[in-house]
C-alpha cells in the first residue's frame, strides 16, 4: 500500500509496504504465502470470490495458494482428480472417511493390520458417533469378501505397505470386493509414497498420506494429504478442511514441496539399502524373523511386483530378535549410535522404533501378539546413509545386545 504523507507514524506502521501490486515476474518455486485473509479492490468482488463466481482466495482455512501448489502436486503424482492438504496424516484420514458419508449404524471394514492410531480413530472417534468398525485379515481375500458380504461395510480401508509387519495389500483384489459391496474404499499409501504405488490406479477411491513421512521426508514437518478419484468428493474434502479446520500451515506446504522434489532420488537410494539391510539380517544369528517383502513366498513377490515399483519393495524392514522380550529390543535399540530412536518413519536418516511402546501401545497386549507384533519385533526405517554405516551400527547394537544375554547366562562376554 501507498502511504499517504499525512499519516501518523502509527498507521504507517501498520501499513506501509503491504499490499503492494502483485510483482511482475512469476516465482520460479511456491513462494509461502504467509496470510491469514486476502482482499479484494471491491465488496462486490469479495461477495463474487465468496460465491464461487469468481476465483480467488479469501481466507487461508478456505485454501492458500502455497497448500493449493502443494495439493496440486500430489494430486499429480497419485493421478486422482481432486486433493486437499491437512495438518496431519491423521487429520487426512478422518477427512476422507468423512467425505465417506457413514452415519450411526453404518460399518467401516478396516485392515487389522492399520497403524494404531487409525485404529483407535476408527473405535473411539468414530465409534462415538455410533459407527461400527469391523475388523479382516487383508491378505485373505476370500475371508475378505466373506467379511465384506456379511458386514455390508460402507467404507474399506487398508494400508498400501503395512504398519508395522509390511504386507502388501493386494489393492485391486479389494477394490473389487468393494464394488461388489457398494463401499468405497480409501488406502494409506504412507508407507510407499506415490513413488512406489498409485492407488487409485488400481481402482482405489481415497488415496491418504501422512506428508509427514516419506513426501516430507526430513523430520521437520507434518502434514496430510488425501486425493481422491471423483470430483464429487472435493465438496465434503474442502468442507472438513473449511468447518473441522485441521487446515495445513503454509510453511509447513512449502517444507513438503520442497521434500517432494526429492522423493524419488531418496526412495531409490533408501529401497536399496533397505534390501541390503534385510538381506544382510535374514541370515544374521540374533535375529530371529525378518519382515521385509521380497523375503517372501513366491505368490507374495508377484504381489509386490503388480503393486510395487520394480524392484522396490519398500524402505522399511521389521525384525524379531531371537530373544523376543521386550528387554532386549530396548537394549537393542539403546546401543544403537548412528540410527536415531525415532518416533516416525519415512526419514533421511535410518530411524528404529519399537511397535509395542509407540504405533501400537494403545492396542490390548494379548491383541498385539494376535497380530504378530511381538515384544521383541523392532521396525527400522532404512535412510540414505552409506549402507556400510547402516550395517556396521546394526551389528554392533545387536552384539552388544548379545553380550548382555550371555551375562545373563552366566557365559564371558566375549566368548
Ligand atoms: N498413517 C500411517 C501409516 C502412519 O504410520 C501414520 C503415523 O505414523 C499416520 C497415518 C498418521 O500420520 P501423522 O502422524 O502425520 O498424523
Known amino acids: 500500500m501507498a502511504t499517504k504523507k499525512s499519516l501518523r507514524i502509527n498507521t504507517q506502521l501498520v501499513h506501509a509496504g503491504?499490499?503492494?501490486?502483485?510483482?511482475?515476474?512469476?516465482?520460479?518455486?511456491?513462494?509461502?504465502?504467509?496470510?491469514?485473509?486476502?482482499?479484494?479492490?471491491?465488496?462486490?468482488?469479495?461477495?463474487q470470490v465468496f460465491a464461487g463466481e469468481k476465483q480467488g482466495y479469501i481466507y487461508t482455512r478456505y485454501g492458500n495458494p502455497t497448500t493449493a501448489a502443494?495439493?496440486?502436486?500430489?494430486?499429480?503424482?497419485?493421478?486422482?482428480?481432486?486433493?486437499?492438504?491437512?495438518?496431519t496424516g491423521m487429520a487426512a484420514l478422518h477427512a476422507a472417511i468423512f467425505a465417506c458419508e457413514l452415519g450411526p449404524g453404518t460399518t467401516i471394514l478396516a485392515s487389522q493390520d492399520l497403524y494404531g492410531a487409525t485404529i483407535d480413530l476408527l473405535y473411539k472417534v468414530l465409534g462415538?458417533?455410533?459407527?461400527k468398525t469391523e475388523t479382516a485379515d487383508f491378505s485373505d481375500i476370500q475371508g475378505l469378501r466373506k467379511k465384506a458380504l456379511e458386514v455390508s461395510p460402507r467404507v474399506l480401508i487398508a494400508e498400501t505397505i503395512s504398519n508395522p509387519l509390511l504386507k502388501i495389500c493386494d489393492i485391486a483384489a479389494c477394490v473389487e470386493i468393494a464394488q461388489e459391496v457398494r463401499a468405497r474404499f480409501i488406502v494409506d499409501n504412507t508407507f510407499a509414497s506415490p513413488y512406489l504405488c498409485q492407488p487409485l490406479k488400481h481402482g482405489a477411491d481415497f488415496v491418504v498420506h501422512s506428508a509427514t513421512k516419506y513426501l516430507g521426508g526430513h523430520a521437520d514437518v507434518m502434514g496430510g494429504l488425501v486425493v481422491a478419484r471423483d470430483e464429487v468428493d472435493l465438496q465434503a474434502l474442502v468442507g472438513v478442511m473449511k468447518l473441522v479446520g485441521g487446515v495445513l500451515?503454509?510453511?509447513?506446504?512449502?517444507?513438503?514441496?520442497?521434500?517432494?522434489?526429492?522423493?524419488?532420488v531418496r526412495m531409490d537410494r533408501q529401497c536399496e539399502n533397505a534390501a541390503s539391510l534385510a538381506a544382510y539380517l535374514s541370515s544374521h544369528g540374533r535375529v530371529s524373523r525378518v519382515h521385509y517383502p521380497s523375503?517372501?513366498?513366491?505368490?507374495?513377490?508377484?504381489?509386490?511386483?503388480?503393486?510395487?515399483?520394480?524392484?522396490?519393495?519398500?524402505?522399511?524392514?521389521?525384525?524379531?530378535?531371537?530373544?523376543?522380550?521386550?528387554?532386549?529390543?530396548?537394549?537393542?535399540?539403546d546401543a544403537l549410535n548412528l540410527c536415531v530412536r525415532s518416533t516416525s518413519l519415512g526419514d533421511v536418516f535410518t530411524g528404529v522404533l519399537h511397535p509395542a511402546?509407540?504405533?501400537?501401545?494403545?492396542?490390548?497386549?494379548?491383541?498385539?501378539?494376535?497380530?504378530?507384533?511381538?515384544?521383541?519385533?523392532?521396525?527400522?526405517?532404512?535412510?540414505?546413509?552409506?549402507?556400510?554405516?547402516?550395517?556396521?551400527?546394526?551389528?554392533?547394537?545387536?552384539?552388544?545386545?548379545?553380550?548382555?544375554?550371555?551375562?545373563?547366562?552366566?557365559?564371558s562376554a566375549r566368548a
Not at 502443494?70 to 495438518?87: D, H, K, N, P, Q
Not at 500451515?249 to 524419488?264: M, P, S, V
Open 18 to 47: 503491504e499490499r503492494g501490486e502483485t510483482p511482475h515476474g512469476k516465482p520460479v518455486s511456491t513462494p509461502i504465502y504467509a496470510t491469514a485473509t486476502f482482499t479484494y479492490d471491491s465488496m462486490a468482488e469479495v461477495d
Open 128 to 131: 462415538s458417533y455410533d459407527i
Open 70 to 87: 502443494l495439493a496440486e502436486a500430489v494430486r499429480v503424482l497419485e493421478e486422482g482428480t481432486i486433493a486437499c492438504a491437512y495438518s
Open 249 to 264: 500451515g503454509t510453511w509447513e506446504a512449502h517444507e513438503i514441496l520442497r521434500g517432494l522434489k526429492t522423493l524419488a
Open 295 to 333: 523375503l517372501t513366498t513366491t505368490q507374495n513377490l508377484d504381489l509386490m511386483k503388480r503393486v510395487l515399483r520394480s524392484p522396490y519393495a519398500g524402505a522399511l524392514v521389521s525384525i524379531e530378535l531371537q530373544d523376543n522380550t521386550r528387554e532386549a529390543a530396548f537394549r537393542f535399540m
Open 357 to 411: 511402546t509407540a504405533s501400537h501401545r494403545e492396542t490390548a497386549p494379548k491383541r498385539r501378539l494376535q497380530l504378530g507384533i511381538t515384544e521383541g519385533l523392532v521396525r527400522i526405517s532404512v535412510g540414505i546413509e552409506d549402507i556400510r554405516d547402516i550395517i556396521e551400527d546394526i551389528e554392533q547394537a545387536l552384539e552388544k545386545s548379545s553380550e548382555v544375554d550371555q551375562f545373563r547366562k552366566g557365559g
